[in-house]
């Protein structure tokens, strides 16, 4: 889906429930916040660090793809009120990141 589709049907959602005044920046924020502390609720007391383990089990994979749904909705809200689409803001930090150079990197 194209993005501006998506952001459309997000604010006739927020508006027909009359959410506007709880769509504040820090509002967004707190709730981006709890909805990623979510996605990493879905790994707690796991045995296991591995990816099979989540995306073998089909109920907790689309769990984790409800959470992270929730996430971006929530990232969606706060750019559409900074005036900015999502993936210009990844393409944008993805330009600044190769430009990095991390502790990590063997080269």
Request: include cysteine; charge should be negative; hydrophobic fraction near 35%.
């Amino acid at each position: 889906m194209e993005y501006k589709v998506v952001i459309d049907e997000l604010i006739a959602f927020r508006n027909q429930k009359n959410w506007q005044k709880y769509h504040t920046l820090p509002g967004l924020a707190r709730a981006l916040s709890v909805e990623s502390a979510e996605v990493n609720q879905l790994f707690l007391w796991q045995d296991s660090e591995n990816d099979d383990v989540i995306l073998q089990d089909g109920k907790a994979a689309q769990d984790l793809k409800m959470e992270l749904a929730d996430t971006l909705t929530y990232a969606y809200y706060m750019c559409e009120k900074l005036g900015v689409e999502p993936n210009d803001l990844v393409h944008e930090k993805l330009q600044t990141n190769k430009k990095r150079h991390w502790k990590f990197d063997e080269d």
